[in-house]
Structure formats: structure tokens, C-alpha cells
């Protein structure tokens, strides 16, 4: 842990730079970066793999998650937004679980696949692993394969936004529907933001950020906890009586269910009744800055700890024998979800994308 520790603070120094926005620095995403860089390049010894608890961090830093996301978010977000991000993370889910099967994926891992494509990526795939019972091997195969598309979507959705010349909160919404992990996806949203008022690019920049916060920590995020109960119970009742031939078991679902959920929601309840009676304006003015900005902080160390242990344990050779199918799989996912979020948010929804925050 001490060298878990000692690289997170110069990777948090860096995210404090000023210059580190520009540059797309996102402390979670350069922890990542550095740690496949160190084990697949210089290499650590197996042993130290103890201090790297990948699941320890991620869990805490979902339940600081909830500590962010007052319920009253839902309704501020309004239902356009709740709708459009309702409809991606079905499709999506189903295209990612349907084609996995198809290429013969077992039910968990196709599962797994799904939601890290469909919910919140990494932490969504660690979720459902645990939820649907999955093999010890699924979870680092489903985060792998998100990692790959959500460093890709950095650089190719405000490319093709820019290229389309979409107004900053339009490309937003589209970044927040078709990334697959919070730190890659603001960092999209920041460098398009960056184009408001050039080339034709219609917006300000905060109207990017918050669409992209609107659709996907409020959109998507927010839901995985019916995600896990809904595939806890699916995977008990429906799948294992199939294969096993044994009852669904009540206390199995229990036992499955991933129990920070819990401590996620009751965290969004805690703050939800923080911020009980605040209009927007006045809970991004006095609640966001003293009291979800110091959980922030601390939900960041979280996730630098947890992607910095992601890329410490991750051995590019040690995944080759997953093979191709769950990336085909999760690939089907991502062409129609991006595919798909960008005719929502340019076609049907563009109106209200266009004018948020005005």
C-alpha cells in the first residue's frame, strides 16, 4: 500500500496543476495509464498484487459516489435527461449480453460485459461480477475491454463532435451517453467545452460538463443498484436453476447482492436530506462547494487508488487467453450506443441539450 500511496500523491499534486485540465489530466486516468505502464512494461513482483485492492477502493469510492448524488438530482436533471440515459443503458446492455451469448460468452460474463458497457464501467462490472456469481477471471476481462473504449472515447467523440459542429451542451450529452468511465468522460467533456465559441461552436463550456454530469453520474451512474438487485435475482431464479437443478434461494440473492450499494444509497439519502429545500442555484452555491466538494476530494483518492491498482494488476499477456469474443461482444455495444446517443441528443432531444443551463 505504501507504494499504492506514495504514487497516488504525485498523481493527486499533478491533478492540481493548473494546467492539467488542458491537458485532460484526470488524476483517476493518468493512475490508470501509469499503472499499465509500470506492469506491463517495467513489472512488479506478484506479491505486492496483496496491496493492490482493487475492489476494497472501487467499493469506497462508489459509496462516496452516493455522497454526491442527492436524489433531487433526479428531478433537476428532468425527464429528458432521465429518458435519454433510460433508453441507452437498456439498448446498450441488451446488444452487449445478446451478441456475448451469441458468440457463446457464459450468462455472467456476458452479464458483466453488459453492464460495464450500460451503467458505470469499471465499478458497474465489479458490481455484477459479484451480483450474477461470476467467474474470478470475468471482472478483469470486462474492465479491460472498458478501459480500451473509454480511453478511445476521450479522444474520438469531441473529434466528431467538433467535426459536426454540435453545440457544447448537445456533445455533452452525447459524451455522457457514449463514454464508459466518469474520469475519461469529463475529461471529453472538459476539452470540448474548450472549443465554445470557436469555429462555430455554439455553448459555453460549462454547458458540456453539466450536460455530460446530467447523462452519465446522474443518467447512468445513479441506477446501479437496481441494476445489481435486478441481475442478483435474475441470475438466482432464472439461470442457475437451468444449469444446477437447485431451488432459487432467497438468502442466495442476499448474499450475492453487492452490500455498498447499500451504503451508496444510504450516502445519497444522508445528502439528499442535506440538501433538502435548496433550489439548483442555491445548492450548486452553498451545498456543492462545502460540503460534496471535500466528499469529491476524497472520492477521487478513492478512484486514484483503485484505477492505479487496476493498471498495477492488470498483465496485457495474462488476458490474451480471454480471447476476442468478449470484445467483439462489448464492441457491438459500443457502435450502437454511440450510434444511438448521438440521434438522441442531435435529433430528438437537441433542443433541450442546446438550451440547458440558459
Known amino acids: 500500500f505504501v507504494f499504492v500511496y506514495v504514487v497516488s500523491v504525485a498523481i493527486f499534486a499533478l491533478g492540481q496543476w493548473t494546467e492539467a485540465a ?52 433526479i428531478l433537476w436533471a428532468g425527464p429528458v435527461a432521465i429518458m435519454q440515459a433510460s433508453i441507452v ?16 460468452l457464459e450468462r455472467p460474463l456476458a452479464a458483466t460485459l453488459g453492464a460495464g458497457g450500460s451503467v458505470c464501467g469499471v465499478s458497474a462490472a465489479i458490481a455484477i461480477a459479484g451480483a450474477v456469481g461470476a467467474k474470478k477471471q470475468d ?36 459524451i455522457g451517453t457514449s463514454e464508459f468511465a466518469d474520469a475519461a468522460g469529463f475529461a471529453a467533456a472538459q476539452a470540448y467545452g474548450g472549443y465554445a465559441g470557436q469555429g462555430g461552436v455554439a455553448g459555453t463550456a460549462d454547458q458540456a460538463v453539466w450536460a455530460f454530469t446530467l447523462m452519465k453520474v446522474v443518467g447512468r451512474d445513479v441506477w446501479i443498484g437496481v441494476w445489481a438487485l435486478a441481475l442478483a435475482i435474475v441470475s438466482t431464479t432464472r439461470w442457475e436453476p437451468t444449469t444446477t437443478g437447485r431451488r432459487p434461494d432467497a438468502g442466495e440473492i442476499w448474499r450475492r447482492f453487492p452490500k455498498f450499494v447499500i451504503g451508496f444509497l444510504v450516502a445519497s439519502l444522508i445528502i439528499t436530506y442535506a440538501a433538502r429545500g435548496y433550489a439548483l442555484a442555491d445548492y450548486n452555491k452553498a ?16 478512484f486514484i487508488f483503485c484505477f492505479l491498482s487496476i493498471g498495477l494488476t492488470t498483465r496485457v499477456k495474462d488476458l490474451a487467453s480471454a480471447g476476442r469474443k468478449p470484445f467483439a461482444a462489448f464492441t457491438a455495444g459500443v ?14 432531444f437537441a433542443s433541450y441539450w442546446t438550451h440547458l443551463a440558459r
Open 22 to 73: 488542458t491537458y485532460n489530466l484526470e488524476p483517476p486516468l493518468v493512475a490508470l495509464l501509469l499503472g499499465l505502464l509500470i506492469s506491463n512494461l517495467v513489472g512488479l513482483p506478484r506479491w505486492m498484487d496483496a496491496g493492490f485492492r482493487v475492489e476494497f477502493y472501487v467499493k469506497t469510492g462508489i459509496v462516496l459516489l452516493g455522497a454526491t448524488l442527492p436524489f433531487s438530482l
Open 139 to 174: 471482472a478483469p476481462i470486462a474492465i479491460t475491454v472498458v478501459i480500451f473504449w473509454a480511453i478511445a472515447m476521450i479522444f474520438l467523440l469531441p473529434l466528431v463532435a467538433h467535426g459536426l459542429q454540435l453545440p457544447t451542451g448537445v456533445a455533452g450529452a452525447w
Open 335 to 348: 457502435v450502437v450506443n454511440v450510434l444511438l446517443g448521438l440521434v438522441l441528443s442531435v435529433a430528438v
Open 287 to 302: 451545498v456543492n462547494p462545502t460540503l460534496v466538494g471535500p466528499i469529491k476530494d476524497l472520492r477521487t483518492w478513492a
Open 89 to 104: 443503458s437498456l439498448v446498450t446492455f441488451f446488444v452487449i449480453y445478446f451478441v456475448a451469448r451469441k458468440l457463446g
